[in-house]
Nanobody, 120 residues
């Protein structure tokens, strides 16, 4: 499984950005896809997750501002980020979790990070 993330950049406080992450897979059943972020000097944290059934979850700090969605035909997830704050500045990573056909062991893969910088 390979993940290709894009869409980061520099934006002013209050602005919006949309991140994309496209998955390339073979014989791999996805159970969930998610976005994580890591700010300088901090641990990586889960930001938003979407299950294969479409259920979404968000960390409290982005609830109501960030929205995760998935295009099942393109195996791509998006993170629409609105009302951005300086504390949202981080490298954002996408993740896919699932199993290979015929296997029961759960695996997850990371995309390369994309930097989001929010200026005050």
């Amino acid at each position: 499984v390979q993940l290709q993330a894009s869409g980061g950049g520099l934006v002013q406080s209050g602005g919006s950005l949309r991140l994309s992450c496209a998955a390339s897979r073979s014989r791999f059943k996805i159970s969930a896809m998610s976005w994580h972020r890591q700010a300088p000097g901090k641990q990586r944290e889960l930001v938003a997750l979407i299950s294969d059934g479409g259920t979404t979850n968000y960390v409290d700090s982005v609830e109501g501002r960030f929205f995760i969605s998935r295009d099942y035909a393109k195996d791509t997830i998006y993170l629409q980020m609105n009302s951005l704050k300086p504390e949202d500045t981080a490298v954002y990573y996408c993740n896919v979790e699932g199993t290979y056909y015929g296997r029961t062991y759960n695996r997850n893969y990371w995309g390369q990070g994309t930097l989001v910088t929010v200026s005050s």
